[in-house]
């Protein structure tokens, strides 16, 4: 069984690192959202690809 890894994985998974280490160290939400925030519209724009 392959593992395909899609964009549509990408935002849950991300989701969900970020809550992890979130929970583990508070301080880090703005810079998760940030990073999150900047990779979604990448990709939304079409210039960051998977």
Do not use: D, E, R
């Amino acid at each position: 069984m392959a593992l395909n890894f899609t964009v549509n994985h990408l935002s849950p998974l991300l989701s969900l690192i970020f809550g992890i280490l979130i929970l583990i160290n508070p301080k880090l939400l703005s810079v998760l959202i940030g990073i999150y925030l900047i990779i979604v519209g990448l990709i939304g724009l079409g210039i960051l690809h998977f």
